[in-house]
């Protein structure tokens, strides 16, 4: 047996997921990927029938074929389906799938959170779905905007299935953000430096922070409204000092750059595809670097742009608008650099290349009505008609699913082993182009006689009967043209002709391995000496298969790949990854029945529910790590590293500070929503106050300046090599002493939360403070379980140094929410002063 | 500052991160001067007063920026700090111009 082949037998036996029941703790990213973009492909479809309901309704003047209930929910549902349940978890898959094998790792960094994200994902999306059956789904908008969501309009639980079932996959699609920055930022190959990344990885690398720090605005005023919803928090009812619009703030600071998330990870594919039938390396490499960057800013600068005709001052609605028309430049860098790649270099054409076309046609002209939709004047006039229906499906389907489409027949053989079959790919792409802009151009016009969007009927004299007919039967066209995409896949998978190694002469190291992937990835992971997307995958791939790189033997059963540093690619680590594990499963189901019991009101089998989670956490934390300390290890090519749980900074360090990140931009957003509703909102000055409680305040001040204190003490003590019990234990008193202030003030100081909106956002405030030190307490307990198992030492200290940072992270927050709480009550006596 | 270590990943996100707080600050002292009833002339030299410190960090920091552009990082960092500044006195500079609270 060559010494390939015993290779490749011994890291399958060690990557490989095995049959039946095994599949369901399936870890491993390609799987996973796969899993993600099928999953997503059915929720796809599921959003196409709706989409095909509303086109028959509207396809004639009067029509009876659905009632407005109906309707309502179809249209709410389809919106909801296509943004959080297709594009967002597509493009999750495709990053899970194709960064490591791009990057030249052999995993992400955190495989059970991909799985635990992919079961969120299922669930959540099926509740949502589910909710259709029973005619409980959600049926205001895929905006929900209050008060129409608010529980005096939309009594029922329609509104709470989207309230919890889009936050379910929010907090997944946020777990898997944080992963995919620590695992490029972290997890190259050696010697592929930042500057030498494929351009791939840095699309999906700002996509995923934009996503770290755009969603937390909208899981926080889905808290906030399932609050008022279940529990009367007056957050965004006028009578009691609460405000809609903050709803309209929270989502769209969410909603706005959500355009941009699902377009760069699309952009990102199209960037890699087009020089690979260019016949050249992409031109402006930097400056789609920094076009890219200036879009995620600008992207979350022009949130009120979806607001225009709510009564904001002319000046604020200037400086948006400016923003609006601005964010059109770093876009145009990125198509140019596309164009010039053709232009010099040598075009082949295929399939991929048609899609590509395609995108260019639809996508450049949604940007241009983009544009005219940035001008308030023309905003005020188009605004809630169907030009802006006709305008956001050429943005996402031009900037989104002709991209996709160019990206799965690129990619598609690496995943099938296989290449296409024209003859069916030809029709469909004709189907779908003009079944696409028979739907929508004229739809412009439609919008401009006047149709409002979300009228589930109209009477036949506006004249838009024949535009809706039009639009109805491309509709239907486009459909089938989907129809035939999904049978050349069939096809492709089960007849299509198979090949040696890189089909398309690409540069990019996804290539240089055997199709479809092992288990492993890569035999051996390799050294990079130039930028990444100028490789030779036909020679590279078989030199890897051979052992010629990193980490070419198996050992001790590990799963290993390389830990490098953040921007030379240099090597740091050996990372050990978790092998398969039914735990996620278990854990998203726990998470599931938390979401379900939340949505009937059940709330005692919730908090039974979040038990099971937290010790389900709990004990998937205690099998991670190392018990013993393994010095510097052999890593091939004469290279000796450290396992990650002795390195410097290994991934979960990363994986922290980003999830605090989130975790401040969620609280930064509260803090928003405190001073919009004390400067805007109506009905204020409340009528009663927190009172001023100095000894629990003083006790939660002391509380929450112990916990670093101790975290720091421990590392010491551990550093030196003795027991951290003490210090584990004062750090706990510190919390007690924290969460027993803060229950009292909670209870005790503060008027009732369901009164006023100064009481509920005050309520809040404090709420996020005892979470946190809640969380601080299970850091604290994890550590004593993992230090008496004997996971911690002097040289393997990762669990103390996160304990700290959340300590450190707890106290900021905690003295600036208690400073927050106490100035919001001077404040809020002061707004009776206002004109 | 090391040109290789993480926190130079920070050159980045300067100059947009600047256009960010210019929003902020800008959003926020024009919703609490109009609830106020200020003069527009105190909103006015407000603005101008935050959109001449922005532009005079951003330029500070071209300038820092430009005798160590080493690496290609760097020199992505300049130019989207100087893409900044163009997108800073685009966006906020017409505000001068305009009656702030109508």
């Given at each position: 047996m060559s010494d390939a082949l015993c290779r490749h037998k011994e890291l399958s036996r060690i990557w490989a997921t095995g049959p039946g029941w095994q599949r369901l703790g399936a870890v491993n990213h390609s799987i996973l990927g796969l899993r993600f973009m099928i999953t997503a492909a059915v929720f796809f479809a599921i959003g196409g029938v709706l989409a095909m309901l509303i086109r028959a309704q509207l396809a004639t003047a009067d029509s009876a074929f659905l009632g407005p209930e109906s309707y309502n929910q179809i249209f709410t549902m389809h919106g909801t389906v296509m943004m959080f349940l297709f594009a967002i978890p597509m493009l999750e898959g495709l990053a899970i799938y194709f960064v490591p094998k791009l990057l030249g790792a052999r995993d992400l960094a955190f495989p059970r959170l991909t799985a635990f994200g992919y079961w969120c994902f299922l669930f959540g999306g099926s509740i949502l779905v589910g909710s259709l059956l029973f005619g409980?789904?959600?049926?205001?908008?895929?905006?929900?905007?209050t008060p129409l969501s608010s529980d005096v309009y939309t009594p029922g639980i329609n509104a709470d299935v989207w309230l919890l079932g889009v936050t379910f996959v929010e907090i997944s699609a946020l777990t898997l953000a944080v992963e995919l920055v620590v695992s490029i930022l972290k997890m190259r190959a050696p010697g592929m430096s930042l500057a030498r990344m494929p351009i791939f990885g840095w699309y999906i690398l700002v996509t995923a922070m934009m996503m770290i720090v755009g969603f937390p605005p909208l899981i926080l005023a889905s808290v906030l409204l399932e609050l008022e919803r279940a529990a009367g928090l007056p957050f965004f009812d006028p009578t009691r000092g609460g405000d809609p619009l903050l709803w309209q703030h929270l989502f769209w600071l969410f909603g706005h750059p959500e355009v941009y998330i699902i377009f760069l990870p699309a952009a990102g594919a199209l960037a890699t595809i087009i020089p690979v039938f260019a016949q050249r390396p992409l031109i402006g490499y930097r400056a789609s670097i920094a076009a890219i960057i200036a879009m995620a800013f600008l992207s979350f600068g022009i949130w009120v742009h979806h607001m225009f005709t709510v009564g904001i001052p002319h000046l604020a609605l200037a400086f948006f608008s400016l923003g609006s028309a601005l964010v059109a430049v770093p876009t145009a860098v990125q198509i140019f650099a596309w164009l010039a790649t053709l232009a010099h270099g040598r075009p082949r054409f295929d399939v991929p290349m048609l899609y590509v076309f395609g995108f260019f046609f639809v996508f450049v002209l949604g940007g241009l009505t983009g544009v005219m939709l940035a001008m308030v004047p023309f905003n005020w006039q188009a605004h809630d008609t169907y030009f802006v229906v006709a305008h956001l499906h050429y943005v996402l389907v031009g900037g989104f699913l002709f991209p996709l489409l160019a990206a799965l027949y690129y990619w598609l053989p690496h995943v099938t082993g296989r290449q296409s079959v024209h003859r069916i790919a030809l029709p469909a792409f004709w189907l779908i182009f003009v079944g696409f802009n028979l739907t929508f151009l004229h739809m412009h016009w439609t919008g401009l006689l006047g149709m409002p969007r979300r009228v589930f009927t109209y009477d036949g004299s506006e004249g838009w009967e024949v535009l809706n007919l039009l639009s109805s039967v491309g509709g239907f066209i486009l459909t089938m043209g989907f129809a035939l995409v999904l049978m050349d896949v069939l096809v492709q998978r089960r007849f299509g002709k198979r090949f040696r190694r890189d089909p398309w002469r690409a540069a990019t190291l996804d290539w240089a391995m055997p199709t479809p992937p092992a288990p492993y990835t890569f035999a051996a992971i390799p050294e990079i000496d130039r930028r990444a997307d100028g490789l030779e995958p036909r020679r590279l791939g078989p030199r890897l298969a051979a052992g010629d790189g990193y980490l070419a033997r198996a050992r001790k059963g590990w799963q290993e790949t390389l830990g490098v540093h953040m921007t030379t690619g240099a090597p740091e680590q050996i990372v050990v990854l978790p092998r398969t594990s039914h735990l996620p499963l278990y854990t998203a189901l726990a998470t599931g029945l938390v979401v379900l019991a939340l949505l009937v009101r059940a709330y005692e089998v919730a908090a039974f529910g979040l038990v099971l989670v937290v010790g389900l956490m709990l004990y998937t934390a205690q099998g991670a790590g190392q018990k013993v300390d393994h010095g510097k290890l052999d890593a091939g090519r004469g290279v000796a590293l450290p396992v990650h749980t002795e390195a410097a900074e290994p991934p979960p360090w990363w994986a922290l500070i980003f999830t605090l990140v989130a975790d401040a931009t969620l609280f930064a957003s509260l803090v928003f929503g405190a001073f919009y509703l004390w400067l805007i909102?109506?009905?204020?000055?409340?009528?009663e106050v927190m009172e001023a409680r100095w000894p629990a305040l003083a006790l939660v001040v002391l509380g929450l300046s112990a916990g670093p204190i101790a975290a720091r003490a421990a590392l010491q003590r551990l550093r030196s090599g003795g027991s951290v019990a003490p210090w584990l234990v004062a750090g706990g008193l510190g919390v007690l002493a924290a969460g027993v202030g803060l229950l009292r003030l909670l209870t005790d100081a503060l008027p009732d939360p369901t009164a006023h909106g100064y009481a509920a956002v005050t309520f809040v405030l404090l709420a996020y403070v005892l979470l946190h030190v809640a969380i601080a307490a299970l850091f604290l307990l994890s550590n004593a379980m993992r230090f008496a198992a004997g996971y911690l030492s002097p040289k393997r200290q990762l669990d103390l140094r996160l304990t700290r940072l959340w300590q450190d992270y707890t106290a900021a927050t905690g003295l600036i929410a208690l400073a927050l709480a106490l100035g919001l009550r001077e404040l809020a006596l002061t707004s009776g002063t206002l004109p | 500052m090391s040109p290789t270590r993480p926190a130079s990943l920070l050159w980045l996100v300067a100059g947009f991160g600047l256009w960010s707080t210019a929003l902020i600050l800008v959003y926020a002292l024009h919703a609490v001067g109009c609830a106020f009833v200020w003069p527009p002339a105190a909103i006015r030299l407000g603005l101008a007063l935050v959109l001449l410190a922005h532009v005079a960090a951003l330029l500070a920091l071209i300038h820092h920026q430009r005798r160590r552009t080493v690496n290609l990082l760097l020199q992505v960092a300049l130019w989207t700090l100087v893409a900044a500044l163009v997108a800073t006195a685009f966006t906020y500079g017409p505000l001068l111009l305009l009656t702030p609270c109508v």
């Open positions: 409980l789904a959600p049926d205001t908008g895929w905006f929900m905007y909102a109506p009905a204020w000055p409340p009528s | -």
